[in-house]
DNA sequence: AATGAATGAGGATTCATTCAT
DNA sequence: AATGAATGAATCCTCATTCAT
């Protein structure tokens, strides 16, 4: 008994953080009203308030939650082999986890493109993990080419992670029309030509 | 000479717009309040609504004119010489046109992002003014490579804008610690080199 | 020419009139906004200021304008014969005339039932023609019967207007389902029946 | 006992309910403004829209309470003896309901002379009463005389209830001068004649 | 005779949040 | 662990009206 009313509150929980992601995911932080996130989860919006402190709280755990979902989705446990079947791999499971999850990038892009004046913590988050990616990414890419100056280095992982967001919106916006892995491929091999000639030229 | 006082509606509309980029490119739709418009441009919010029917009229106009403006800014004219040449202007002029005047683009992806039940027509204005920018660009793709088919340039038509974008927003995130010029010519590079490969293997 | 002008201010007048007496009779007057006589009337919101005072100064004359159009309708002229068929005579052209012209009756009913700390000078306009028709109906009612006494004269006079009130709110309401021409000649006799009967009693 | 101070929300609801009736049969449907309701009734206007979804169905609400009152004022439990007496007894209870409990009335012809083109569901509320009140009113006139055709039945029942609307107007626009009772009276025996003169002849 | 533009007040409604229970 | 009710501030937008031209 005792352990179901437990149970009860972790699943109030939940279905307050479903909803908020979709609705988040669909109006960005302004659009996203406690009331709209209430009548989707079926809980009054009081409710919404005893398991989070405000609406920038629900917020900043909404990204906290879909960024975990992204990154089981990516599953990069087994990047092995040669720099350049690596970067391609990374490539497509990214590709793959973005088809899969997409609501933590749609979200964070549409929060880090906002400016005012008090940054919600969401915004934080999402920058923060995505500081996580460049030195992640930064590894990667000085495995391709010991040669590569910091400078160099620092181009790259740029370049390999703003295409990938942009290549995320084109899919958004494209739709069907839009070969998410196709183009990630593209991308790999864009990338690790870059290399090898910033490498010689750099 | 003789600035009348009152009733000069032009002007006052310029005002308006004025603050609206302003505010909208920061805040997206949905924090772009008509207040935050009215205190920012001096007039009274019911004054914007005689210049506009309504916010989503504002806001449409307003994607329109930045657009317009980064247009100029970035002064396609002098396309002329060998391909790789053109595409590597074209490149840099981007960028230093979205330096010059970066909301129409901040908007746009803004809005692009969201998907609300029902769309702001200034979203459908981006979208419209990016499938034109998408069939310029497919003529330069096309003329670097004759033997490019179809699906080969549809492909690199949508990496080449949709990695703008992305760069666009590191940019924006990252600030002074972001070269966008030198990024973009990384971009052209990669285009041209992918061009080829697809050219060869397509 | 000068008269060209001169006839362009009635005309101009005359539409903003059409188009009041239309919105007012649809909405009462708290629904009449200038705007909505404006779009009407294709005549700036500023012009019918240049014809009007103001809002309630726009109604009253709506109000007049319209009991004048009403009244040409009944044209009572030929009232003549013995009593009983004069006030059938009566019933009949006044059902007719609100017919043709129901704006005044039922734009009158609509004021004269609000009741607002500061009474429309419309509602004023209304219940003097009401007063004016009492003294009307009373003259006539006496003719049916000399011996009825002023008091039995003010309550016929009373229900005789108040039934015709009656009768063309349910013609309103009821649409093609109600016989109003039928209804008022029932009327008249009930009338008729009614001042023989308080003829004898009273 | 220990009234609540917070969160009686039955108490709030009747108190908002007391107030709208007040201004809105004063005042019509666009007359009633939220913030009179809430200043007349204590509470913030946002508390209204916690209570009701919109200005429509407080509005709505208001005509079915009024009318419910007015219904118990009526007292109709009473009606027996011959159908001469019963119409008598019928009428002057009318009459005394609509002395006492005003308020369904004077809102509810308001209402049903506006014709907005989004009608709202106050009006469709009280045409649904009033429909009710005809069926009940036919099987009162149908008992008085047997031989009454359907459409002689239909006429007389518009007659009397459109008439018992325009008395009540008439008393309130004429207030004390105007004796309600007298006038049902009269009108009563007017529709028993009505009905032995339609019975002989139609 | 007319009008484009402006304006402060007020319209309905939603907001994020709190609090007593 | 949850919620019904409340609330002041803010939302978008319309109001009647004015005034310089």
Redesign the pocket.
């Known amino acids: 008994m005792a352990r179901q ?2 149970a ?6 939940r279905k307050i953080l479903d909803a908020a992601v979709e609705v988040a995911s669909e109006r960005g932080y ?9 009548a989707k989860c ?17 917020i900043a755990t909404v990204i906290e939650r879909s960024f975990a979902t992204w990154l089981e989705a990516v599953r990069l446990a087994d990047l092995t082999g040669p720099a350049a079947e690596r970067v391609k791999t990374l490539a497509v499971s990214v590709a793959n986890a973005l088809l899969e999850a997409p609501d933590f990038l749609r979200l964070g892009l549409m929060l880090a493109l906002e400016r005012r004046p008090q940054d919600p913590s969401a915004r934080t988050v999402f920058l923060r993990v995505r500081d996580t990616a460049h030195t992640y990414v930064a590894g990667i890419i000085r495995s391709i080419d010991g040669k590569l100056d910091e400078s160099a280095v620092e181009l790259l992982v740029t370049y390999a992670i703003a295409a990938a967001d942009g290549l995320f919106i084109a899919k958004e916006i494209g739709g069907d029309r839009v070969d998410l892995v196709r183009l990630f491929e593209l991308h790999a091999r864009a990338v690790l030509t870059a290399a090898d000639q910033l490498g010689v030229t750099g």
Do not use: Q
Not at 30 to 38: E, N, Q
């Open positions: 009313r437990r009860d509150g972790e699943e109030s929980r302004d659009g996203t009203s406690i009331a709209l996130v209430s079926g809980l009054p919006a009081s409710s919404i308030y005893w398991h989070f402190k405000d609406k920038d709280e629900l």
